[in-house]
């Protein structure tokens, strides 16, 4: 039975919709795995130690005199943004410059893993044995390359000269926050007091690492955690094995994500696919198994044979998408190149048991329910095609495969939340597109008996009984529509991941946006710098007087109470409001609304020195705040306490000075400050930058322009992995469509013959054939359009956080590309019927 019906091509649909399903599945499946598996190795090289105390302040001597009483290895490091220069001016007469993330650590650093340079760019690279040699750095190749200097030459840095010594090839606890994005420039902890670059309002990331015997790190673990927990070290956060890097971590598992939903969505077409093409298996075997019955097959045989036939099919299948999906996991890894740069190990058996297991659970759960009713009634019910009660038992093998499916997606996207949204709201979605369509065939039917279509003459009677013959079969009708809505809206959003959306994140920044940040300006250089920018053109207009950007004050302070209560991270369950709760606020005063700012609630507090404050949209929802709230800060160790009285919303697109949190001036004039400012600035007038620089050392510059683009490549590394995973799924949307056509196509192929039997001329059996797909078509693709744009809209807002206009365009695009797959696959589907004897399609029917 299994090879007559692979030579009749009855499987072809269900083992290509199956080998897609688990080659898309088991790619991410293989990625993730081999993922878990390095970070579980390298989980102490990646984090450079055993237990981490990471701190925005330099960490309580008490940790380090606890750990050594228990006899633990420690060593300290500290990160921050600072700029860098040559130390002599180049042919030019330039001295170039350059933000680096710059790196202070200790003697014993790494106490895990190991750090690797080299002598030069492209030599052999070695382990580094100690720290850089005094008055030495270890500095990035891009950071050479950047400042035009080789190894041996001197380096500025702060008020310091250094020489490189040495190229870091190697760096496993990088991470990826946002200062890590900069070239790395490696110095020893006990010479950064002589640079001069730390100091108030520097922005700083302390590190004691820890390492040692396992029941020495557990003890001291929990030492750490009876000190910080509960919000009674603000600003300490404590990093084990098992965060294994938590920025790269999360990085990837973001990306991975992404991915898994990717994957997912190619599964569940790939459920409807299957489906659909056992409908039609089954209807096409109904007389077979009816003749088996007759002839004395029992139901246990006609049940083992159609067993062993889709099991066989699901293990081939399986196989074949496992393997698929093995090489599709090698791609994914090319595209995420530079995301990865650690050897991973080899993948474990179980993403190919899940590829294999997914495949029998899609063609058990939904190829054979059709079919066990076809076992279980008389053989005079299966001739005259009369089922009864007996279909109730597909409704229950149905429910169990829905069950199976549902929980292989929660397993294969390694998370409850992420696989429950994913399977409930695509069943939300098909009961939408069903109920829809459903309606709009009741709709259709009240047309066709219309007084007004029956006088339109003969252009009316193909309009008329493509609408009748729709509405006689509602529901083979409503799921053809639904499966084709379904397939439509995937590709419409193929298209527009990779047109609307990534042109989107990238226009959502002006060209003229600001792309220079100077921090750190001292107050009494804060005349100086904006006379400096003044006197070379810098005129961003935001200085009424001068035209030069304005410089914005910026005092550091830390949330402590809301309406009186005490605020720690533990309070929320949201890991965005942890972090922001836990860590510093860049408060500033003003009495002028910032140009980009709006309110959304409340009233300006303009010139008033009365107590009150105004709160960001966006900070305001995280930690439930509203007007006439009052919140208190704790600033350099004294309390500022004001009500909130507006809330803004902000253009953080625009890249100019915006803060979270503004005051009047007579709140937070007193406290000690230092002045931001940003400004448009073209590659040719980079020199002024320098300038400044090398006169202030103390000032960092900013330029957003490669953190800007190093991001963008992140992105498009993502988004290629992403495209690559879109082949699977746009081919499962083909077989959707395909499946969706060729559902009813015998059913269309007996009545085409049937009204040429009763005289109706090629014309009009046409006629029939091409309203019945133009309606198909077109609610199919208004559907999709729709659909597509609602959730194209989704991942603009939640996930690349952007805007996303309507576009007009897309809903004729999708009804034309409904009409269009409909027209097409219809063509493909009756082209023969016409040609052909009316008596011969009747008896092929």
Known sequence: MTARDWRAGELTMLLLALVLAVAALASVGFLADRLQRGLERDARRMIAADFIVRADHPVDPAFANEAKSLSLNTATTAIFPSMVSAAKANAAGQTPTRLSAVKAVSAGYPLRGALRIADKPGAPDREAQGLPPPGTVWV?????????????????????????????????????????????????????????????????????????????VARFAAFSHAQVDGGKMRGVVLESLQDGQPQVRQTLDRARHFLTLVSLLTALLAAVAIAMAAHRYTRRHLDACAAMRCLGASQRTLRTLFVLEFAGLGLVGGAIGVALGYAGHLALLAWLGNLIDVVLPYPGPLPAIEGIATGL??????????????????????????????GRA????????????????????????????????????????????????????????????AGQGRAGVGWRYALASLERRPGASALQITALAIGLMCLLLIAMTRNDLVEGWRKSTPPDAPNEFLIDIQPDQRDAVAAWLAAHGIRDGDNEKTGAPALEPMVRGRLIAINGRDVNPDQYKDEQARRLVDREFNLSYTTKLPDDNRLEAGTWYGDSSAPQLSIEQGLAKILNVKPGDVLKFDVTGLEVTAPVTSVRKLDWGSFKVN?????????????????????????????VVDGLVAKYPNVTAIDIAPILAQIERV?????????????FTLAAGVLVLYAALAGTRDERMRESALLRALGASHRQVRAVQVAEFLSVGALAGLMAAVGAQIVGSVLATRVFQFYLAFDPWLVPAGIAAGVLCAGVGGWISLRHVLARPALQSLRDA
């Open 715 to 727: 992105l498009e590394q993502v988004i290629g992995a992403v495209q690559f995973l879109f082949i």
């Open 140 to 216: 990035d190749d891009e950071l050479l390359d950047a400042l035009k200097l080789h190894v041996g030459d001197p380096v500025k840095v702060g008020t310091r000269t250094f020489t490189i010594n040495a190229i870091i090839t190697r760096e496993l606890d990088r991470g990826f926050s946002f200062v890590n994005f900069s070239p790395r420039l490696m110095i020893r902890a006990d010479e950064i007091a002589s640079t001069g670059l730390i100091g108030y309002g520097s922005r700083v990331t302390y590190r004691l690492l820890v390492a040692g015997a396992d029941a020495n």
């Open 394 to 453: 597909a409704w229950a093998a149905y429910g169990i495969g829905i069950v199976l499916f549902a929980a292989l997606l929660v397993i294969a996207a390694g998370d409850l939340k992420l696989g429950g949204i994913v399977a409930g709201g695509f069943a939300i979605g098909l009961l939408v597109f069903a109920g829809v369509a459903r309606l709009a065939l009741w709709c259709a039917a009240r047309v066709a008996r219309s007084e007004r279509l």
């Open 659 to 687: 803060f979270f949190v503004l005051m009047p001036p007579a709140l937070l004039h007193d406290f000690p400050a230092t002045y931001i400012t940003s400004f448009h600035l073209p590659p040719a007038q980079r020199g």
């Open 361 to 390: 659970v899609l063609l058990l759960g939904f190829a054979l329910p059709p079919l066990l009713p076809l076992t279980r009634v008389p053989p005079v019910r299966v001739l005259r095609r009369e089922w009864g009660d007996e």
